[in-house]
């Protein structure tokens, strides 16, 4: 049997590395999905997911369906209107979920109880979406309202604009159209997915109710599975 020169071997190794990937890809294009995501915000989180969404089909990797609504309601009435609407619906969905934040709402962990008793997923935050944001930048450990987010949001967006001789010149009050591209340029989404992970694993060991959990979010669960369709067990 006639050995194979060094170049004969790579060759080989090359092309079955390349047949992998392939086949990789191609099951990655057969996964399937439909999402519906109902925001309690009608700016700032829609802006943010139609970007995301944007961004997925560009890419083609997975054959995924995103349904994004604005709902202006919030904790319990979104969670509620989420079930009406999908139980209305001749539409099937294989991932429904539901994106509020806990403010000064006292709903906030009956809303989520709700939402587990009809197979709708949370993606909460205590105390806004703009925590998750935030996470982007840096660590968050501090208990902080609405208003403090939001500055130490608009500074850590401007700090990085500043830095790359951008125009800082932007308003986060008026649900900025490009904060899904400023958070993930002059950010870090891998960052934020660690730091939010780590307040959840922080809390869960406390045993404190979902609307003492702060600061935390689960929002980089919902991200997760955008990102990676093919972990999901749709059986769940």
């Not at 083609?60 to 619906?89: C, M, P, Y």
């Not at 709402?105 to 997923?121: G, T, Y």
């Not at 935050?125 to 208003?147: A, I, K, P």
Request: net charge negative; charged share 35%.
């Amino acid at each position: 049997m006639n050995k194979l020169s060094l170049k004969e071997i790579e060759a080989e190794e090359e092309r079955r590395t390349l047949q992998k990937e392939t086949t990789k890809s191609s099951n990655e294009r057969y996964i399937k999905l439909t999402f519906f995501i109902a925001t309690e915000g009608t700016k700032t989180e829609p802006n943010y997911f139609n970007a995301l969404k944007e961004e997925l089909e560009k890419t083609k990797r997975f054959n995924i369906d995103i349904s994004i609504e604005g709902k202006g309601k919030s904790t319990t009435a979104l969670v509620k209107k989420v079930i009406r609407q999908v139980e209305n619906n001749h539409q099937e969905y294989d991932r429904i979920w539901a994106v509020f934040d806990k403010d000064d709402f006292e709903d906030f962990d009956a809303a989520i109880e709700l939402a587990k008793e009809h197979n709708v997923n949370c993606a909460w935050s205590n105390e806004c979406f703009e925590l998750w944001l935030l996470l982007h930048f840096e660590d968050v450990s501090e208990q902080m309202g609405r208003n403090d987010l939001f500055k130490k949001l608009e500074t850590s967006i401007r700090k990085a604009l500043s830095k790359s001789n951008q125009n800082v010149c932007f308003d986060l009050s008026k649900g900025d159209s490009e904060i899904y591209y400023r958070v993930n340029t002059l950010g870090n989404e891998e960052d934020a997915i660690t730091r939010a992970s780590k307040l959840k694993a922080l809390f869960n060991t406390s045993g404190k109710p979902f609307c003492k959990q702060n600061p935390c979010t689960n929002v980089d669960a919902l991200i997760l599975e955008l990102r990676h369709p093919e972990n999901i067990d749709i059986n769940l």
